[in-house]
Nanobody
């Protein structure tokens, strides 16, 4: 399984921007998509956005505000967040899934440890 480590979380004000990073290591010959989930206290862990054939896919709540990208080495994944809202406050988790799976938490092969994003109102 791929190992994932997130970084870049912090405390920001509403309307600010923040970029999260996910470093991947230990990947085998298996093919993986990488993406992001988030979980607020007492809430379910929900899909934010992830890689897919033809480009990234995003949850409706973040479309137009969040952008997923990676570097040419395929070892780094970024989540560029703009126009942040208080409701974006959550622990953000990097995730990896096999190509033959879906962006459901049940299909995730590897999780990062999470990084806290807090957006003040």
């Amino acid at each position: 399984q791929v190992q994932l480590v997130e970084s870049g979380g912090g405390l920001v004000q509403a309307g600010d921007s923040l970029r999260l990073s996910c470093a991947a290591s230990g990947r085998t010959n298996s093919r993986y998509w990488m993406g992001w989930f988030r979980q607020a206290p007492g809430k379910e862990r929900n899909f934010v956005g992830g890689q897919n054939w033809g480009g990234p896919t995003y949850a409706d709540s973040v479309k137009g505000r969040f952008t997923i990208s990676g570097d040419n080495t395929k070892t780094m994944l970024y989540l560029q967040m703009t126009s942040l809202k208080p409701e974006d406050t959550a622990v953000y988790y990097c995730a990896a899934r096999p190509f033959g799976s879906s962006w459901s938490s049940w299909d995730i092969a590897s999780w990062g440890q999470g990084t806290q994003v807090t957006v003040s109102s």
